[in-house]
């Protein structure tokens, strides 16, 4: 009979030296922290740290007043930890996302991708926000108004027929039918219309200024509700300027004249041989007979800079001076009156510059328009096109 062997049982033994090694670990791990300090985390791994001026936050050693999020350290009320795992500084927190700098946080829990959002949409980038009200108006070859308000890819609204012409300032639209008879409306694109006058050859608005001057060379003036009385400024006139609270006149005889607050305030003249006047906020732009183009700033009585020539038509807006060339060239420049131009675009028959608007009528009948920088591109708006008109953009 073979004897049995004894095979002695490996669980408690394995166990009783588990315990020792682990004990072992803990003796050699506890005896690397410096006297006061606390071990963070499990001691195969674990840190050192002083209570007084670090803490254990998630077995992660953090700063005094700082937390543990995805391994990392954040200090509360300054930074958010997000989902566990970001750390998004609060100036750059929008909702439940992180922003990086140049970014726009829109309605409180979007990220745009730039530094602007637009009446709540996310601009992509060389994109442009319209100033509130930005208008354009557009004539075609039939004699239908058009407008659009907003974008410059919006839909147009027919308005109205028989235009010969269309001027737009803030809210109003104001219109000379190929009858001579003058309308403006206040408000929204289809408002109804209240006429002005008969035997209209142009008409001017500003703010609540309207301007219309007739057939026979007199100049009217009214100011406040489109319903208020006219007065008389003056006769012999050939061209009508408004803006602000300057009134400008290009006389029959090629004199042109400035005045400056009340409609019936006294005249400065400008100078003789003028083709057209442009006024913008102090400047004074008046473009003569033989094509050269002046510029002043500042009171009516100073004195002219000349600023180029070659020049058939004029425009001011803000800091911004516009000119059209005779060879049908558009050019822009941006400050002072002597800054370097910018080309804008060829083969043009009519220009108006409004806000950071430029819009430009090729000889071809198209009307394009840009906003923004003057570098920016231009948007085809439509062909066929005989006259238009812009607001602030």
Do not use: H
Request: contains cysteine; proline residues 3%; negative net charge.
């Amino acid at each position: 009979m073979t004897p049995k062997r004894f095979k002695p049982s490996t669980g408690p033994l394995l166990s009783i030296l588990l315990s020792l090694f682990v004990a072992l670990v803990s003796t050699e791990a506890l005896a690397q922290c410096p006297t006061g300090s606390l071990t963070c985390g499990f001691p195969l791994g674990g840190a050192c740290y002083f209570p007084g001026s670090s803490n254990c936050s998630n077995g992660t050693v953090c700063g005094r007043g700082s937390e543990e999020c995805g391994g990392a350290c954040y200090r509360p009320g300054l930074e958010t930890c997000l989902r566990g795992m970001y750390i998004c500084s609060n100036a750059y927190l929008c909702g439940t996302y992180c922003m990086r700098r140049g970014q726009t946080c829109l309605d409180g829990n979007q990220v745009c991708p730039t530094a602007q959002a637009c009446r709540g949409q996310c601009l992509e980038a060389g994109e442009y926000c319209p100033a509130d009200g930005a208008r354009i108006a557009m004539l075609k070859q039939g004699g239908q108004l058009y407008l659009k308000e907003g974008a410059l890819t919006e839909l147009w609204n027919l308005v109205t027929g028989d235009v010969a012409s269309v001027a737009l300032a803030g809210n109003r639209i104001g219109i000379v039918k190929t009858n001579g008879e003058a309308y403006v409306k206040e408000g929204t694109w289809d408002a109804a219309w209240v006429v002005q006058s008969a035997d209209i050859q142009a008409i001017a608005l500003s703010g609540t200024r309207i301007g219309v001057l007739k057939q026979n060379g007199q100049f009217f003036l009214k100011d406040g509700a489109l319903t208020e009385l006219w007065n008389l400024v003056t006769g012999d006139v050939a061209a009508i300027t408004l803006a602000g609270n300057r009134i400008g006149i290009v006389k029959t005889n090629g004199e042109a004249f400035v005045k400056e607050g009340a409609w019936d305030a006294p005249w400065v003249r400008m100078s003789g041989d003028v083709k057209a006047l442009a006024l913008e906020g102090t400047r004074v732009g008046m473009l003569k007979t033989d094509a050269e183009f002046y510029l002043k700033e500042g009171a009516l009585t100073e004195l002219w800079n000349l600023v180029t020539g070659d020049v058939q038509a004029i425009s001011l807006s803000g800091s911004r001076i516009g000119i059209l060339k005779t060879n049908s060239e558009v050019y822009v420049k941006e400050g002072a009156w002597d800054a370097p131009w910018e080309w804008e675009s060829s083969a043009v028959s009519a220009f108006q510059i409004s806000g950071t608007g430029i819009a430009v009528l090729a000889s071809n009948g198209e009307l394009y328009v840009k906003e923004g920088p003057v570098t920016s591109l231009w948007t085809r708006e439509s062909g066929d096109c005989t006259g238009f008109s812009i607001t602030s953009r």
